[in-house]
Every structure is written in C-alpha cells, then in structure tokens.
Nanobody, 122 residues
Framework: QVQLVESGGGLVQTGGSLRLSCGGS????????VGWFRQSPGKEREFVAA????????RYTDSVKGRFIISRDNDKNTVYLQMNSLESKDTAVYYC???????????????WGQGTQVTVSS
C-alpha cells in the first residue's frame, strides 16, 4: 500500500511559478513510477508528467514541455513538479499517482493523492 499527499498548490499570476510536492509513504515508494495528472471542471483527467523510479526516464505532455520539470528525491520520498511560465490554461486540480510500470495513462496508476488546486489568474 502506498499513500500520497500533494502540497504546494495555490493562486499565482500568469507567468508565475509554483512547485508542487508529492510525498509518498508506505512500502517501497521509491521503487514506484510517479505521474502528475490534472483535471479542470468539465474536463477529463489529463496526463501532465511522469518520472521513473530511478529518474532515468521522464515524459511530459506537449503543452507543458519547456515549462514544467518533474524530479524526485528518493531519500525524502518526494516527487516534485516545478511549474514555470504558468498560463490560465494550467488552472486545475493536480494529482500525483504511483504505478509499478512507467505510463502516461491514468488507468495504469494504482495509488492517488487527494489533489491540490492550482489557479492561474491573468
């Protein structure tokens, strides 16, 4: 069993930055791939970024490439999502999730956090 807790969301102006954190606990969290997803009202949950357990592999959705960076510190059982040059379209609830197999498909993730709200105002 893995438990995930997101933090770091909030209100930011267009062009600003936020860093989200995903704290993991439970057995072997450091051996899991972790993904970030987001969901806006009326829209489906969308893949944002993912990182392999050893940080060797990362993947981003096209709309955040060059602006967001996913990273992890396994000593701290934490995965980060650094979000720069934020735009209004980035407004959503952001979720982190853990999976044994690297994937950008939300159905491949077994464990989910409760989400953190990110609001970008113009």
């Amino acid at each position: 069993q893995v438990q995930l807790v997101e933090s770091g969301g909030g209100l930011v102006q267009t062009g600003g930055s936020l860093r989200l954190s995903c704290g993991g606990s439970g057995r072997s969290f450091s051996s899991y791939c972790v993904g970030w997803f987001r969901q806006s009202p009326g829209k489906e949950r969308e893949f944002v970024a993912a990182i392999s357990w050893n940080s060797f592999t990362t993947r981003y959705t096209d709309s955040v490439k060059g602006r967001f960076i996913i990273s992890r510190d396994n000593d701290k059982n934490t995965v980060y999502l650094q979000m720069n040059s934020l735009e209004s379209k980035d407004t959503a609830v952001y979720y982190c999730a853990a999976a044994r197999t690297f994937s950008s498909d939300y159905s491949g993730y077994n464990y989910w956090g409760q989400g953190t709200q990110v609001t970008v105002s113009s």
